[in-house]
Nanobody, 122 residues
């Protein structure tokens, strides 16, 4: 599938953003979809993922603040980000693969979208 991420922007600490990942291609509802982020000078890290059964996994640093969801009718996965912190500043990428196992490993994902910048100011 081809993926496209939308919705990044600049917010102050404590604010919220929702970013979206829209897929083109068939059977996207069967795909595990993940969000990763990469800050300047750092490696890309896992943020959250949701599988076709809507099972979710989050990195500890965003638990209770971020929510991943999907709308299969719209071929879209969302990442709602609340209580944003400056350390959440990064380019956010969505990625997908056919798997029921909710992987947190970058190399397990086969299809990647372009990133969307999220900047949180203090």
């Amino acid at each position: 599938v081809q993926l496209q991420a939308f919705g990044g922007g600049s917010v102050q600490a404590g604010g919220s953003l929702r970013i979206s990942c829209t897929a083109s291609g068939r059977h996207f509802s069967n795909y595990l979809t993940g969000w990763f982020r990469q800050a300047p000078g750092k490696e890309r890290e896992f943020v959250a993922a949701i599988n076709s059964k809507r099972a979710t996994v989050y990195v500890d640093s965003v638990k209770g603040r971020f929510t991943v969801s999907r709308d299969n009718a719209e071929n879209t996965v969302y990442l709602q980000m609340n209580s944003l912190k400056p350390e959440d500043t990064a380019v956010y990428y969505c990625a997908a693969t056919v798997s029921l196992v909710v992987s947190t490993t970058t190399s397990d994902y086969t299809d990647w979208g372009q990133g969307t910048q999220v900047t949180v100011s203090s």
